[in-house]
């Protein structure tokens, strides 16, 4: 079974970061990035709000509790990899760093697939 303790406070921390991580770039970062940077910046808070959010829906979904874990790290994943190079990028303009943003980006994908799939297998 998966631990719903442990999952509510990976969703809080998340939650935490998005809101700080958007604060941070309005306030602190504003004058500083370019448009591009500005524009990168967002789309990275824009994922990780977007998959915070699905992380606390998934939570109350009924599963098989292994697909339901798998369905959670993948999501994880995405946020850390694909999120975290994208602001990584947007604050250093370091264009290395998103040779790894595929990555996340396939384990969002991943993810959304799987709970279809686990979805469509428990009903």
């Not at 509510?8 to 921390?13: F, G, K, P, S």
């Not at 500005?38 to 808070?45: G, K």
């Amino acid at each position: 079974m998966i631990n719903q303790p442990l999952w509510v406070r990976v969703v809080a921390v998340n939650g935490f970061l998005v809101i700080a991580l958007g604060a941070f770039a309005a306030q602190a970062l504003d004058d500083r990035l370019t448009d591009a940077q500005s524009s990168i910046f967002e789309t990275a808070v824009f994922y990780h709000c977007m998959h915070t959010l699905a992380l606390l829906g998934l939570l109350n979904v009924t599963l098989h509790p292994r697909r339901q874990l798998w369905v959670a790290c993948l999501f994880t994943f995405g946020i850390v990899v694909f999120c975290g190079s994208l602001y990584a990028f947007a604050i250093t303009d370091v264009r290395q760093l998103v040779w790894v943003t595929p990555l996340g980006g396939s384990a969002f994908i991943l993810g959304w697939l799987l709970l279809f799939v686990s979805t469509s297998m428990e009903t």
